[in-house]
């Protein structure tokens, strides 16, 4: 093989090793955002009351919501996103949601 060949080859592996060393490699968590959905939902802008929630995937239950999450009404598709908030039971609280079609 030649010098070129090699350097071919192994440059984008180098440059990936390399930035993960660097930036760091990406977590589960920065790339999921949890979400609920909700057979109501009230808002007072530009925070939210959901209720009759359902969690997503490895959305908490109880207690805060420290990172961005989605509600969703399905009779209309209505979104907001949300920065954090507060769930409990079936009730979800957001706090400075936009809303989203």
Do not use: H, K, Q
Request: hydrophobic content about 35%.
């Amino acid at each position: 093989m030649t010098s070129t060949r090699i350097a071919r080859t192994l440059l984008p592996a180098l440059v990936v090793v390399a930035g993960t060393l660097l930036l760091g490699a990406p977590t589960a968590a920065a790339e999921s955002v949890w979400s609920y959905t909700c057979t109501t939902v009230e808002p007072n802008f530009p925070d939210i009351v959901g209720t009759g929630c359902t969690p997503g995937e490895d959305a908490p239950t109880e207690g805060p919501i420290d990172g961005e999450f989605v509600v969703t009404r399905p009779d209309d598709g209505a979104r907001w996103i949300c920065s954090s908030g507060m769930v409990s039971g079936d009730i979800v609280e957001g706090v400075e949601c936009d809303r989203r079609r």
